[in-house]
């Protein structure tokens, strides 16, 4: 028996290896319906003889307007959702373990709010004449509403008890009323009405108008935000019991706090800019995964970044084809499957403790 | 000299909680922290460990400096028993106990046969052989403590910090805890409500109001005048007819009439 205990726990340790041959075929697979589906759905083998062509030099004979629709709009689309999961669901995961908070999510914590404020300011008033990114300008924002959620919330009673856990999210609501507030009068006063038909689109979460330019942030992002989750988690492990426990078992706690916060705040910033706010992936995900592989993170992390990206590749499916001859925001789907799937947790964890 | 502190003082909003502090372990020893609530029991405990930095003073491990040392080197020569631990996570026995190994492996060092092994052993050592794959929220408050333990043993400490490791325990446990750490041949240091129970101790330290009262032998400390004013209760010494050791029998100071 104890041979058999022995044998589980080591090769849990391997399975993060596991990871790297599981996730590129489903992924790939993932990528490839979300290609092949849309309003006019393209049969997989043209999918993938367009792919061919363009990675490998292949010459199959396919229609140049399919393989435009599936090269620069279709895939470009579903890589940067597949990034945009990612990242959301990792950052979930850093934030509900750092923070000890089953809560806690970009969303919620008002981190997306912050982003979006950076992001329009940028875009519409021109903040920083030109000379800064929107990625930057939702990067800084998404920081500062972190900084002003945490202050706020350490103010209320910091700490790491029970109290603490709600008191973060309290202030995370009004972090992001602020911060939506913020942006909502910076639209009000300096778009005219075409562009704020635009930017309130937009902000909902939207993967329209997105091509391959994109991917040049999002894909960096999610890359180097699941390298660094990765190379801390031992770190994000040893604070199940709390931030006092991580420090007696040899963790930098403020250190490794603060890098991966700033790291999710940058990987949400990033997410942010291109498709503006899309909510519960970052909550719904990581829970998911929890009651699938366990809370360890060296499944829990690279499994909610896989099913994060394929999780937000489908939601882009249904968002283009539920209403025919119309885009929905994607930010409404993920929220309309997000919050009952979340509230189905909610009641479930009740029933378990 | 593993472990000492000088003049350690914490102070939070002007209010001292502990001051000018001054403690020097011996090797191997038992240690007992008693005092009244609020006395700053916990604060002190916290410094030692590391993981509360001091307004004043310094606390010097194996003659170090603590702020000279990485918290990863504190975390493999000395571990803590938090009083409150518990987790939202879905976690085993297993899982928190090998969270002790967490000091000794690299960022993708692979665990090993040793870490596997000492896991084990920690896992036996705190008789929850068997438990292993229980989940953490189906455990009773002694097995968590238990697992709480396991996991510092983990650790492989030189020196073990224990914040009322009894609390909310029945008295079988007490005495079970109580004794599993008597019996474990590195230093201690453990907070303690029961007196009684700190009598088994090697030496007491009375905190009081945040300063430390009092250092020495349980028979020295414990006197009735030392109830009386450190813990407003009188106490009277009575010899149990079992094994001849002092037993405390208290009684409220006033009365209310």
Redesign the interface.
């Known amino acids: 028996m104890i041979t058999t205990d022995r044998k589980s726990s080591r090769s849990a340790y391997r399975n993060l290896w596991k990871w790297a041959v599981i996730a590129p075929p489903l992924l790939f697979f993932a990528l490839v319906a979300g290609t092949a589906m849309g309003e006019t759905s393209i049969p997989m083998d043209v999918v993938l003889k367009v792919l061919a062509n363009k990675i490998f030099g292949a010459a199959y004979p396919v229609d140049r307007i399919d393989a435009g629709i599936i090269w620069s709009y279709r895939l470009a689309r579903a890589v940067v959702a597949a990034c945009c999961g990612a990242g959301l669901a990792l950052s979930g995961v850093v934030l509900q373990a750092l923070l000890r908070n089953s809560l806690a999510d970009p969303y919620l914590l008002g981190i997306s709010a912050g982003a979006s404020t950076g992001a329009v300011a940028v875009a519409i008033i021109g903040l920083g004449g030109g000379l800064i990114s929107m990625s930057a300008g939702a990067f800084v924002g998404a920081l500062l509403a972190f900084a002003f959620v945490a202050m706020l919330a350490s103010l209320a009673g910091g700490g790491t008890g029970l109290r603490a856990a709600g008191v973060i999210v309290l202030a995370g609501i009004a972090g992001s009323q602020l911060f939506n507030a913020l942006t909502a009068f910076l639209i009000a006063k300096s778009a005219n009405a075409e562009q704020a038909r635009g930017i309130m689109f937009w902000l909902m979460g939207n993967l329209s108008g997105v091509r391959w330019a994109d991917t040049i942030t999002v894909v960096p992002a999610a890359l180097f935000g699941l390298l660094v989750c990765i190379f801390n988690i031992r770190a994000l492990d040893a604070f199940t019991f709390g931030s006092d426990s991580a420090a007696s078992l040899g963790i930098a706690v403020k250190r490794v706090q603060f890098g991966l916060i700033a790291v999710a705040a940058l990987m949400t910033a990033a997410m942010v800019s291109i498709t503006g706010s899309i909510g519960f992936v970052g909550l719904v995900i990581p829970h998911a995964m929890r009651l699938v592989v366990g809370t360890r993170h060296r499944a829990l992390l690279p499994a909610s970044a896989l099913a994060g990206a394929i999780f937000l590749i489908m939601a882009d499916i249904i968002a283009r084809i539920v209403i025919p001859g119309q885009v929905l925001p994607i930010g409404v789907v993920t929220a309309l499957v997000g919050a009952p799937v979340f509230a189905l947790i909610l009641i479930g964890r009740r029933a378990a403790v | 000299m593993i472990l000492r502190c000088e003049n350690l003082g914490w102070r939070v909003r002007r209010k001292e909680i502990v001051s000018n502090a001054s403690l020097t372990l011996n090797e191997g020893e038992m240690l007992g922290l008693i005092g009244p609530n609020g006395s700053g029991k916990s604060t002190l405990l ?1 410094m030692l ?3 509360r930095y001091p307004s004043t003073g310094r606390v010097y491990l194996g003659g170090t400096p603590m702020p000279e040392l ?7 020569t ?3 028993v ?1 009083q409150h ?7 085993t026995v ?3 106990v ?3 190994r ?2 000794f ?1 690299s ?2 060092q ?2 090993s046969q040793d870490d ?1 092994a000492i ?2 052993d920690a896992i036996a050592a705190v008789d929850l052989h068997g438990f ?2 229980r989940n953490w ?1 189906t455990l009773s408050g002694g097995e968590r403590q238990r697992v ?1 333990i396991a996991r510092a043993l983990a ?1 492989q400490p030189q020196v073990l910090l224990l914040d009322e490791p009894t609390n909310h325990l029945d008295i079988k446990h007490q005495l079970a805890i109580l004794q599993l750490v008597k019996e474990l041949p590195i230093t201690k240091v453990v907070a303690l409500h029961d007196l009684n129970q700190a009598m088994i101790c090697d030496r007491i330290c009375v905190m009081h109001a945040g300063r430390i009262e009092a250092l020495g032998v349980p028979a020295e400390i414990l006197t009735e005048t030392r109830l009386m004013n450190t813990f407003g209760v009188c106490g009277h010494f009575m010899t149990d007819p079992f094994d001849g050791s002092p037993v405390i029998r208290f009684h409220r100071a006033h009365r209310m009439d």
């Open positions: 916290r460990a590391g993981v990485r918290q990863r080197e504190i975390a493999q000395l571990a803590l938090e631990a518990d987790t939202e996570e879905r976690i297993r899982e928190a090998e969270l002790g967490t000091p492996l960022v993708l692979p665990w596997e896991v084990v292993e794959n929220h709480q650790q």
